[in-house]
């Protein structure tokens, strides 16, 4: 579990300004965790052996992990928090995702397309791989372990092309779809394709949804609406240090280029602090 000096340094930084300073919980997507030996189909798909290290390095820093509908709470929660989330419901979540996050003492948050519920998902590229969604009795045993399960709309529909009826389908009818498979109420949404627009967020709350989820980067306390949730994509491609850095911009793009400005404006904030305090004595 090698991560390079800095973003080791970074990462350790990570986590400590509370929501009500503009930063908080970090929400984070993944999609698809393949097993082990299996090559990624793209960039949604991690291989479970680095889904595995992202937890480790979470518990072994201290990291706890939350719910989505915990949000609506988001001042409650304690320092270094993470929101793990899974976007579509894939089947290969159930053995590589949450039961190893149950074997870690750790939660997370599920947002299902409800249509392709125990079937081949219906709205992916039919050239990848068959990917089939989590089944009935798969789902009532993750909410009865702990985990939140949400509604993702019942086909994946891409929401600001809809007329206001298929809208409203959609978004409360994957509530009713999920309340009568699990027996619970289902208060968090998550945006297919990250698209919204003011019609789909009155939709979300006239549906009844608490807490929705989009694809917009930043720490949830930056600007925390709870119907536009800002979240961080884990790609296949990110190594366990862009993961850590990751955590420490709350920025998708943690790429080298962006460190060496970040440490750029650090410097001539210094510099510009010591002209500061010199004018002044
Ligand atoms: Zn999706």
Redo the contacts with the bound molecule.
Sequence with gaps: MWIDPLSRRLFRGAGKIPASEGRGPIVLMYHSIEADGKRPSNIWSIPVKNFKEQLQLLRTRGWHTARVSDLERAEKLPLRTVVITF??GYANNFENGFELLLEQGMCATWFI?TRDIGKRSGWTDPKLPGWTILSKTQLRQMAAAGMEIGA?TRT?SHLPELDPPTIRDEVLGSRKDLEDILGLPVTSFAY??GQYNQDGITAVRKAGYRVACSTRTGWFGSDPDLLQVRRIAVFSHDSLATFARKLAFADNEVGWWKMAKYAARRVRSRLFDKRFLGTNN
Excluded: A, E, T
């Design positions: 976007d579509d397309v993702h994946h297919p394709y």
